[in-house]
């Protein structure tokens, strides 16, 4: 995969989910990169940056990476090329302009997964092995109500006005347990 076809594939959001970052409605989240006790690295979903305005840090999501990561560009290459490869799918509005009715749909969506979540004892494995059952907005799509996704951790992306534009999906393999989906032995930092 080419750089530019990481970067088409590859959010920014992906990112931050995969490290089971969660951007407050702002879009702001707690630098991982300096002691920040306030939300002060800021994130641009047009763009796929971040920019730190206590530390300075900045760049895309293959910066973001080797940030996160400690590791050469190379290495962060490689990663975002496996995390853009990745059994992930964001499904929803991508032009932004996004009307209300759907806007509405995904919420409507969403608040079932939330409910479904606590009936999929997978599910709940699924983040308590990375720890993030203390998530509040998190759900799971068993595929029942909502062919998309199925089987899926989702997370909900919202604009600035709070409304949920697209989910974001996580699938859990039949294995569950540990580990990455995906074949290859996991070349991540599990979270
Ligand atoms: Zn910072």
């Known amino acids: 995969m080419q750089i530019p076809d990481i ?3 590859l959010t920014i959001m992906s990112v931050l989910a995969h490290y089971g970052i969660k951007p407050d409605k702002n879009d702001h989240i707690k630098c991982p990169f300096h002691e920040d006790d306030k939300p002060s690295c800021k994130i641009y979903t047009e763009t796929n940056t971040y920019n730190c305005f206590g530390c300075g840090k900045t760049g895309d999501v293959i910066q973001f990476i080797q940030d ?3 590791c050469d560009k190379h290495t962060a290459l ?5 995390l853009a490869g990745e059994n992930t799918e964001v499904m929803g509005i991508s032009s932004g302009k996004a009307s209300v009715k759907e806007a509405e749909n995904f919420a409507e969506l969403f608040k079932m997964q939330k409910e479904g979540l606590p009936r999929s004892p997978k599910a709940q494995e699924y983040l308590r092995n990375r720890c993030l ?3 509040q907005e998190v759900g799971y799509n068993s595929g029942v109500n909502w062919k998309k996704l199925k089987q899926c951790i989702t997370f909900p ?9 697209s989910l974001y999906g996580r699938r859990i393999t039949e ?17």
Not at 78 to 82: D, L, N, S, T, Y
Not at 175 to 191: E, K, L
């Open 78 to 82: 490689k990663k975002a090329a496996e």
């Open 157 to 165: 992306l919202k604009d600035k006005n709070g409304n949920i534009v």
């Open 175 to 191: 294995s569950g347990g540990h580990g990455y989906f995906g074949d290859t032995a996991p070349p991540f930092r599990s979270y």
């Open 68 to 70: 996160k990561e400690n």
């Open 7 to 9: 970067k088409k594939q």
């Open 133 to 135: 059952e203390q998530l």
